[in-house]
Structures are given as C-alpha cells and as structure tokens.
C-alpha cells in the first residue's frame, strides 16, 4: 500500500494541473464578453490557483514543465485580464464623460 502513495499523489497533482488548464481555457473563451466585476472574481481565482501551484513543492519531475507552463499561462492570463478590466474601466470613463456633456 505504502509503495502506491507516490503514485496516487503524482495522479492527484497531474488531476489539478488539466483541471486548472481547462478552468483557464474557459476563462480565455469567454475574456471578450466578461465585464468588470466577472473579470475581477476571476483574477481572484486565478491567483489562488497559481498560489496554490507554487505551493505544490513536491511536483514530480516529470510534471515540472507542465506545472511551469501552466505558472506562465496564469500569468499571461492575468495580464489580458487585467487589459481587458483597464479597457472596460477607460470606456466607461469615456461614457460618463460624454453623457456629462451632453450632445453636441
């Protein structure tokens, strides 16, 4: 039983290393269409998650390139995010700016 601890432990990591490539394949899909708030509980999430795979010290060394690959896709997922978020914001300023002025 001892022997196969490594194993299901190993199985487990590679379970939340797809889980989390499919959770940010989801979010990338749909970046276009979120708005502000949506994108926000997102960065959220994806923080916690990349934490969470700093935190997976163990990582068999046969998992450490995906587990970096997926470290990188969490950060460049963050940085469209966060675009996306500075984007929505700049138009919404631009919005109430001409909604304050008035028609021309």
């Known amino acids: ?29 749909r970046m276009p269409y ?14 916690e998650y990349d934490d969470e ?8 060394t046969n998992q450490l390139p995906d587990a970096y690959q997926l ?9 469209k995010l966060e675009r996306r978020a500075d984007d929505l914001k700049a138009g919404a300023a631009a919005k109430a700016e001409e909604t304050e002025s008035g028609p021309a």
């Open 1 to 29: 039983m001892i022997t196969r601890v490594p194993l299901v432990y190993q199985l487990w990591n590679r379970f939340k290393i797809t889980r989390w490539y499919k959770m940010a394949s989801r979010v990338e899909r």
């Open 34 to 47: 979120m708005q502000l708030d949506p994108i926000r509980e997102e960065i959220t999430r994806i923080q």
């Open 53 to 60: 795979l700093l935190d997976l010290v163990n990582v068999p």
């Open 71 to 79: 470290h990188e896709h969490f950060e460049l997922l963050l940085r």
